[in-house]
């Protein structure tokens, strides 16, 4: 049985972070355990029928059906507010099949300019050939996600902050114009997590998390979740049912145990960001830092309002384009070179060439990643060994 009911509960976020969601087995283990089992076993013919056609809940195939896959998802929705979650295989595979389960030939997406490479391309590559159309707005343009609404736009999707040149989408006032036209709005909060934001109840109807980045903390696992009602996680478990875009029972451990230190991870990380956005604006061969912490971010206010704290990712732009971003790159000695973020160890990559080097040219420019970007996702090391390692490679250009 479940610790407890969470509709019962009046916990804060660290106590869901370590609470919600577990369900012991017969042997009484203090931690979650993993269930590494494809199948599971009926007591007779009729169970199994029941199990299968859903008229008794219970374990099927762990496909669809695991308990450890479920205490993550009933944590997750948890911290979010949501009623229901979903676990899929990646950040990617959460939003392919939030977009396949939800919509149709025919149906409009209205998204964000700048958001993550890779959901660009599902975007323009893949959904567009099976008859979806989508339209681009920069995110902090109101009138623009107003106008380019149609009559057959279902979704709109934003990232905020936005990746990787870290601008804010107001989201209460996006999901207003979003319900204004009929569609629903969904938030990729990969990058400040429940820790430090809960669209939800700013107005959004779905989140999504690349599970891969803060949820675990520590760079071993891939995976993703879908966050919101039970009618809509009906349908986007549907089609994880059927195609099989699975989270694992192993990855779904591993993101369990990072639950329980995530808000102690995204306020230390935070300070971490936010002190050296606030060296590196000093810094000669440094032309611009995006980070909302900094008083210098148009989207400074924006950011107090609707997040706890400015978040662990920040981008700056060097001096010398393309030759000077990776001069600075090559001539660190710690920091990771790395497109992943989300970990304890401070990674750093430079985008054009890596994380939206597969989107054309037109693109980049349109979404701000300049060839003398970089983005750097800062860890918890010591603050001035962080320090000492950039000006190292920025001393070079």
Known sequence: MPDFDIDAQDWGLETLGVRAGQTRSQEGEHSEAIFPTSSFVFGSAAEAAARFSGEVPGN??????????????????????????????????????????????????????????STTNLFEKYL???????????????????????EKTKLYFLETPSNPVCELGDITKIADIA???????????CFCTPALQRPLQLGADIVIHSATKYLDGQ?????????????????????????GPSLSPFNAWVFLKGLETLNLRMKAQSENALALAQWLEQQPQVEK??????????????????????????????????????TVVDNTQMLSITANLGDVKTTITHPATTTHARITQDDRD????????????????????????????????
């Open 60 to 117: 099927v195939y762990s496909r669809f059906t695991n308990p450890t896959v479920r205490m993550f998802e009933q944590r997750i929705a948890a911290l979010e507010g949501g009623e229901r979650a979903v676990g899929t295989a990646s950040g990617m595979a959460a939003i392919l099949s939030t977009c396949m389960a939800l919509l149709e030939a025919g149906d409009h997406i209205v998204a964000s300019r700048n958001i993550f490479g």
């Open 128 to 150: 567009k050939k099976f008859g979806l159309n989508i339209s681009y707005v920069n995110l902090g343009d109101l009138d623009g996600w107003a106008e380019a609404a149609t």
């Open 179 to 189: 319900h204004s036209k009929g569609a629903k709005l969904v938030v990729d909060n």
């Open 219 to 243: 760079g071993r696992c891939v995976g993703g979740v879908v966050v919101g009602n039970n009618e809509d996680m009906e349908q986007i478990f549907g089609f994880v049912r059927t195609c």
């Open 289 to 326: 830092v995006n980070y909302s912490g900094l008083l210098s971010h148009p989207d400074h206010e924006l950011a107090k309002q609707q997040q706890e704290a400015f978040g662990a990712v920040l981008s700056i732009e060097v001096r010398g384009g393309k030759e000077g971003a990776w």
């Open 366 to 397: 349109a979404a701000g990643v300049t060839d003398g970007l970089l983005r750097i996702a800062v860890g918890l090391e010591t603050l001035d060994d962080l320090k000492a390692d950039l000006a190292r490679g920025l001393a070079k250009i």
